[in-house]
């Protein structure tokens, strides 16, 4: 299964993908994500199944602060 892990920095109302892969392990994907961003707490990391659209994973909890 494909799944499509991003990165989205939330500033107030506004919303832009900063980091977006494609992977078959989603939540080893967030961590690396993760990782690049541990000094700021405004992200929002989601991972979605690609061929249904359904989101496996959504949260703003980064593991490595």
């Known amino acids: 299964m494909k799944y499509l892990v ?5 500033d107030g109302e ?3 993908v900063v980091g977006s892969i494609k992977s078959d392990d ?3 994907t967030a961590l690396f994500l993760m990782r ?3 000094h700021s707490y405004k ?3 989601r991972a ?3 061929e249904t ?3 496996v994973m959504s949260t ?3 593991e490595f602060q």
């Open 43 to 45: 992200y929002l990391y």
């Open 60 to 62: 703003t909890k980064n």
């Open 26 to 28: 989603y939540k080893y």
């Open 6 to 10: 991003q990165a989205i920095l939330v």
């Open 14 to 16: 506004i919303e832009t």
């Open 48 to 50: 979605m199944d690609i």
């Open 53 to 55: 659209g359904q989101i």
């Open 36 to 38: 690049a961003h541990r």
